[in-house]
T-cell receptor, first 117, second 113 residues
Framework: GDSVTQTEGPVTVSESESLIINCTYS????????LFWYVRYPGEGLQLLLK?????QKGSSRGFEATYNKETTSFHLQKASVQESDSAVYYC??????????????FGSGTQLTVMP | GGIITQTPKFLIGQEGQKLTLKCQQN?????MYWYRQDSGKGLRLIYY???????QKGDLSEGYDASREKKSSFSLTVTSAQKNEMAVFLC????????????FGKGTRLTVV
């Protein structure tokens, strides 16, 4: 079945440093799945950070970027300069149509990020 | 905008007990989901429903029942709570079509004593 593998946490970086959280995927149902990054800030629910539905395209939000690379089956999350408010748990996810034809997400295990002031 | 409301936020049960978690959404979404989140693991799909009265099993459905009696609500029942059930259960909804965002509730934390 489909799977998503991402950087194991916890990850700790200092404010203004750069960040990369790796994500690779395996999709058996469809050739080009949709790819997502979700984030859970402390005390809040899981929410969409960014998504890319076309291979080769880049998504961006709140200073984060991720490029859909079908050759390496990767969707790494990057930010040039992190802030303390970026401390959260980040989940990479793959979207495809399940056996019933309905849309569903397959999640990675999540990466806890702590940004030190 | 809409919201997904999960009740209760915290649920404490005894081993062997039958426990029910509830979820309401006001997005008017067709598809609803129940995920389980264990520490250090990703979200794993328990059940989902593509319309009222529909149920589809996810990878983790054994030991659970679900019910979608109305479009806006989706409940999950732990049929016999076990100590290793301690986890956060997340309800979600989406329009159900490809490429669309899935919206999540804040979760119910289950503790089995």
């Amino acid at each position: 079945g489909d799977s998503v593998t991402q950087t194991e946490g916890p990850v700790t970086v200092s404010e203004s440093e750069s960040l990369i959280i790796n994500c690779t995927y395996s999709a058996t149902s469809i050739a080009y799945p949709n790819l997502f990054w979700y984030v859970r800030y402390p005390g809040e629910g899981l929410q969409l950070l960014l998504k890319v539905i076309t291979a080769g395209q880049k998504g961006s939000s709140r200073g984060f970027e991720a490029t859909y690379n079908k050759e390496t089956t990767s969707f790494h999350l990057q930010k040039a300069s992190v802030q303390e408010s970026d401390s959260a748990v980040y989940y990479c996810a793959l979207g495809d149509l399940g056996s019933s034809g309905s849309w569903q997400l397959i999640f990675g295990s999540g990466t806890q990020l702590t940004v030190m002031p | 905008g809409g919201i997904i409301t999960q009740t209760p936020k915290f649920l404490i049960g005894q081993e062997g007990q039958k426990l029910t978690l509830k979820c309401q959404q006001n997005f008017n979404h067709d598809t609803m989901y129940w995920y389980r989140q264990d520490s250090g693991k990703g979200l794993r799909l328990i059940y989902y429903s593509i319309t009222e009265n529909d149920l589809q099993k996810g990878d983790l459905s054994e030991g659970y029942d679900a019910s979608r009696e109305k479009k806006s609500s989706f409940s999950l029942t732990v049929t016999s709570a076990q100590k290793n059930e301690m986890a956060v259960f997340l309800c979600a909804s989406s329009p159900g079509t490809a490429n669309t965002e899935v919206f999540f509730g804040k979760g119910t934390r289950l503790t089995v004593v």
